[in-house]
């Protein structure tokens, strides 16, 4: 049974560019949330997917945008990066009834110069 | 912001207990005590969680203070693999709602 998966591992872009990352949720979890973790800190969210919509947003410029696919996958897309966007970004999985334990995979280093 | 306080680190010899205090003092009765780790370079990983009446899995036990504004996690045999970054949340419901993360505690066993 495949847990979270994410990619790419490592990603090094430059200010100004846009990037897409992508998380594929634990099998039979069709709730996806997005969360960003600078150098020191607890993961921030970002926002949740499910049944692809949008279904909850934490406090993110519109510059972070995102999407869920019919088999649950999503992406998260952020423009115009910023030296600051440089941060550990992480893909959560749950489903509701069994919503307490979400399941993480192994996160997205991204490092704008 | 985070809803819960926690100590920025703690030690603890391999194969002692070790306990992870939690205040959250303003908690509301719909809110559960959620603990969650994230060892170094990987994601979090759920722990257990609570409503009022104490709780063990296999990973750990949950202490909850009656007035529950209060709660310990104790690992009872820590080993070195424990050492990571331990954080205290406190959530509506066992829902899919977002989790809000602290700065937690870094949970340091030593041999």
């Known amino acids: 049974d495949a847990g979270v998966t994410q990619s790419p591992t490592h990603l090094i872009k430059t200010r100004g560019q846009q990037v897409t990352l992508r998380c594929s949720p634990k099998?039979?979890?069709?709730?996806v949330s997005w969360y960003q973790q600078a150098l020191g800190q607890g993961p921030q969210f970002i926002f949740q997917?499910?049944?692809?919509?949008?279904?909850q947003r934490g406090n993110f410029p519109d510059r972070f945008s995102g999407h869920q696919f019919p088999n649950y996958s999503s992406e998260l897309n952020v423009n115009a990066l910023l030296l600051g966007d440089s941060a550990l970004y992480l893909c959560?999985?749950?489903?509701?009834?069994?919503?307490?334990?979400?399941?993480f995979g192994p996160g997205t280093r991204l490092t704008v110069t | 912001d985070a809803k819960t306080t926690q100590p920025p680190s703690m030690d603890c010899a391999e194969g002692r207990a070790a306990n992870l205090p939690c205040n959250h003092s303003t908690i509301s009765g719909n809110e559960y005590v959620y603990w969650y780790r994230q060892i170094h370079s990987q994601g979090p990983q759920y722990i257990i969680h609570g409503l009022k009446n104490n709780e063990t899995n296999e990973m750990a036990s949950l202490i909850i203070t009656e007035d529950r504004k209060s709660s310990t996690l104790i690992l009872p045999h820590a080993t070195l693999r424990d050492t990571a970054v331990y954080y205290c949340?406190?959530?509506?419901?066992?829902?899919?709602?977002?989790?809000?993360f602290g700065t937690g505690t870094r949970l340091q066993v030593f041999p």
């Open positions: 949340i406190v959530r509506v419901g066992e829902s899919t709602d977002k989790l809000i």
């Open positions: 997917y499910y049944e692809e919509e949008e279904r």
């Open positions: 099998s039979g979890h069709d709730t």
């Open positions: 959560a999985s749950s489903t509701p009834g069994q919503g307490y334990e979400q399941y």
